[in-house]
């Protein structure tokens, strides 16, 4: 989740497209919070790691 985030923003920022770079944005922070509750050892909707 973050690799698409990354790359919406990437691709968003290249473009100029506002909504890809929201989007992109938005997938990163979550993709970041669900590792860090994975590395903490929570386990985040039934599953322990998101790869």
């Not at 990163?28 to 669900?34: F, K, M, N, S, Y």
């Amino acid at each position: 989740m973050i690799l698409i985030g990354v790359i919406l923003l990437v691709i968003g920022f290249v473009t100029g497209v506002a909504i890809l770079w929201t989007i992109g944005l938005i997938l990163a922070v979550i993709g970041a919070i669900l590792w860090i509750m994975g590395a903490m050892g929570h386990a985040v909707a039934g599953r322990r790691h998101y790869y």
